[in-house]
């Protein structure tokens, strides 16, 4: 994953909000009409909405929204 909106996206802390405040920041990302901003509880606590996405391309708190399935799928 190298680009920054895909791994936000495969993020378990990647949030999405509609809510758009009026005095957001310059650094941060919309996407299709939604902010995008990190929920982990220590970056959304000091930078709230004015999160840049770029920040998740070397994040060290990353953390995948599912484990890969180490079952084999089913016969048929």
């Keep these: 994953m190298t680009d920054p909106?895909?791994?936000?996206?495969?993020?378990?802390?990647g949030r999405r909000t509609a809510d758009?405040?009026?005095d957001v920041g310059s650094?941060?990302?919309?996407?299709?009409?939604?902010?995008?901003?990190?929920g982990h509880p220590m970056w959304y606590p000091v930078v709230?909405?004015?999160f840049d996405v770029r920040s998740c391309v070397d994040c060290d708190y990353f953390r995948p929204r599912a484990k890969p399935s180490s079952r084999r799928p089913?016969?048929?």
């Design 5 to 13: 909106e895909s791994r936000h996206r495969a993020c378990w802390y």
């Design 48 to 50: 709230g909405y004015d």
């Design 27 to 38: 650094a941060c990302t919309i996407e299709d009409g939604m902010l995008l901003y990190c």
């Design 74 to 76: 089913p016969p048929g």
């Design 20 to 22: 758009i405040p009026v």
